[in-house]
C-alpha cells in the first residue's frame, strides 16, 4: 500500500448541506436565539436517553455548573472529581464557591479509584462527578454503592438535597452521547448529567451542550413551601422536574422570568428578573445543526465502530494498551481512540506524535492530569498523589477517529502507526493491560 503523503485532521465537525440548509432556514425564519427549534432539540434529546425533561445549554461546562447551581453547592460544599479528567469537570467547582477533591485513577483504568472515592468522602461531600471519558459510560453501580454505604454522612442544606437523601451523582457525560450500559443511555443513568456538543464531538452544534436528570421523585408534585431557593416563586401543581426545567431557564437567562419566545405574545413584554444570574442559553442556530446532526447520529456511531474495530485488529500485534469501548452489555460512543505505548516515556511518546505529524496525521493527548497544571497547582494538588493518573498520561497519544476519514484515510493512520510504533522498538512478550473494563489485553508479536 501507498504511503503517499495525506492531510488526516483530528477531529473536523462532520457537516453536510442538510446541516447548511436547516441553519440558513433558521436564519431566515427570523428566530435566531432560543426558540422553536432549542425546544424540539431539548425533546428529541429527552427521547432519546430516556428523561422527562432536558435543558440545552452553550456548553458541558454551562450544563456542569448549572447542576451545582440548582443543587444549592457552594462555599463550605465539596465536589469530588477524578484528577484525570479535562479542566471543565473540576473548574466549575471554583464558579461556585466549592471545594475541590480529587481522586486518583485506578491502575490502567481511566476510571476513578473507587476505593479512594470512598475514602475521600466527608460530611461536606455534595457531589461526586464521575467522567465518562472517551465515551465510555463509568461503572456508576459502584459509584451508586459507595453513597449508599456513606449516606450516613450526608448532610442535606436544602430541600431538594433532602428530597434525594444522599450525595449526588452529576456525570461529566461531555464524550458519552449515544453510548450506553446495562440498557441504560448515558444522560438516564446518574441523577444528573452533562453532554458536550462542541465542534470535536461525535454529535455537535459547533458549541453546546445539554443537561438531564433522572429523580425518582421528579413526577412528584413540590410543595409550595419547599425550600429550594428562596427567591423563585412556587408554582402550585408544579412536579420536581417542571421545577428543575424552570429553574435551570432562570439560571441561564439572567435570571430573567420569560424567555423571548415566551414575549413574542402580543402586550406580553413585562417580565421579572427573579436573580441576579447567568447567562449561557442555546441559541436556535446551533439547534438547528443538533437537528440534522441527531438524524445522521446512528449512521455515524455505526461508523465510528467499524473503524474503531478494524483499528483494533491492526494494532492487535504491538506492544500498545487499547481503550476498550464495546462489551456484551454496554457501548461506548467511540469518541477518542486512545492508545498507551506500554513501557515508553512521555517523551518517546512525544516523538512518536512528532513523526506522525510529519505524515500529516494530527493526533493527541488526553490527558495531561489536573494536579500537573498551574491552576490546580496553585489549589494545592500534587501530581505525585496521583500515580496512576500520572503513568496513564505518560506513555498516552489520541489517534485521529472521525467520520470526515475515508477508508482509505483509516489506512493510511493504520500502515503509518505500525510502521513508527515498529521502528521505535515498542516490543515486549506480552502486556496485561486494564481494569475495570477498560483496556483490552494484547501481545507484541512484530519483530
Known amino acids: 500500500m501507498s504511503l503517499k503523503l495525506r492531510n488526516i485532521p483530528f477531529s473536523p465537525p462532520d457537516m453536510s448541506g442538510l446541516e447548511a440548509n436547516e441553519v440558513r432556514d433558521a436564519i431566515l425564519s427570523g428566530w435566531i436565539t432560543t426558540g422553536p427549534r432549542t425546544k424540539e432539540l431539548e425533546k428529541i434529546i429527552s427521547e432519546y436517553v ?3 425533561k432536558s435543558v440545552c445549554l452553550n456548553s458541558a461546562t454551562a450544563a456542569m455548573e448549572m447542576v451545582l447551581h440548582i443543587l444549592g453547592v457552594g462555599p463550605g460544599d465539596e465536589v469530588i472529581v477524578p484528577a484525570y479528567t479535562y479542566t471543565a469537570s473540576a473548574s466549575v467547582t471554583q464558579h461556585v464557591g466549592a471545594k475541590l477533591v480529587l481522586v486518583d485513577s485506578q491502575e490502567d483504568s481511566v476510571e476513578m479509584d473507587y476505593d479512594l472515592l470512598a475514602e475521600a468522602i466527608t460530611e461536606r461531600t455534595k457531589v461526586i462527578m464521575p467522567v465518562d471519558l472517551g465515551g465510555i459510560v463509568a461503572d456508576y453501580d459502584k459509584v451508586y454503592a459507595i453513597v449508599e454505604q456513606k449516606k450516613h454522612l450526608f ?4 430541600d431538594l438535597q ?3 437523601g444522599r450525595i449526588i451523582i452529576s456525570a461529566d457525560c461531555a464524550h458519552s452521547f449515544g453510548a450506553s450500559r446495562h440498557g441504560k443511555m448515558a444522560g438516564s443513568i446518574a441523577d444528573f448529567s452533562s453532554f458536550s456538543f462542541h465542534a470535536v464531538k461525535n454529535f455537535t452544534t459547533a458549541e453546546g451542550g445539554a443537561m438531564t436528570w433522572i429523580l425518582p421523585f421528579g413526577g412528584e408534585i413540590v410543595p409550595l ?7 423563585v416563586p412556587k408554582k402550585e401543581g408544579e412536579t420536581w422536574d417542571e421545577m428543575l426545567y424552570r429553574l435551570s431557564q432562570l439560571f441561564s437567562l439572567h435570571g430573567q422570568n420569560k424567555d423571548a419566545l415566551a414575549k413574542t405574545k402580543l402586550g406580553a413584554w413585562e417580565y421579572d428578573v427573579i436573580g441576579p444570574w447567568y447567562k449561557c442559553n442555546m441559541t436556535d442556530i446551533m439547534a438547528a445543526l443538533g437537528l440534522v446532526q441527531f438524524e445522521r447520529y446512528p449512521e455515524m456511531l455505526d461508523r465510528r465502530k467499524a473503524m474503531i474495530e478494524k483499528m483494533d485488529n491492526a494494532f492487535s500485534g504491538l506492544n500498545v494498551a487499547l481503550l476498550k469501548h464495546y462489551g456484551a452489555d454496554w457501548a461506548g460512543s467511540g469518541h477518542l481512540y486512545m492508545v498507551r505505548l506500554l513501557g515508553k516515556t ?3 511518546t512525544n516523538h512518536v506524535i512528532e513523526q506522525m ?12 492530569p489536573l494536579p500537573m497544571m498551574t491552576a490546580y497547582k496553585s489549589l494545592g494538588f500534587d ?9 496513564l498520561f505518560v506513555n498516552e497519544v489520541t489517534l485521529p477517529l472521525n467520520t470526515c476519514m475515508s477508508d482509505e484515510d483509516v489506512d493510511y493512520v493504520i500502515e503509518n502507526f505500525c510502521e513508527i510504533v515498529s521502528n521505535s522498538n515498542t516490543l515486549a512478550n506480552s502486556a496485561i493491560i486494564g481494569q475495570g473494563d477498560h483496556f483490552q489485553k494484547v501481545s507484541a508479536i512484530i519483530k
Not at 448532610?155 to 436544602?158: G, L, T, V
Not at 413551601?225 to 427567591?231: E, F, H, K, R
Open 50 to 52: 430516556g428523561t422527562e
Open 155 to 158: 448532610k442535606p442544606s436544602n
Open 162 to 164: 433532602k428530597k434525594i
Open 225 to 231: 413551601d419547599a425550600d429550594y431557593l428562596p427567591t
Open 346 to 348: 512521555r517523551e518517546e
Open 357 to 368: 505529524a510529519e505524515k500529516g496525521i494530527a493526533t493527541n493527548v488526553h490527558y495531561k
Open 383 to 391: 501530581i505525585k498523589d496521583f500515580p496512576n493518573a500520572h503513568n
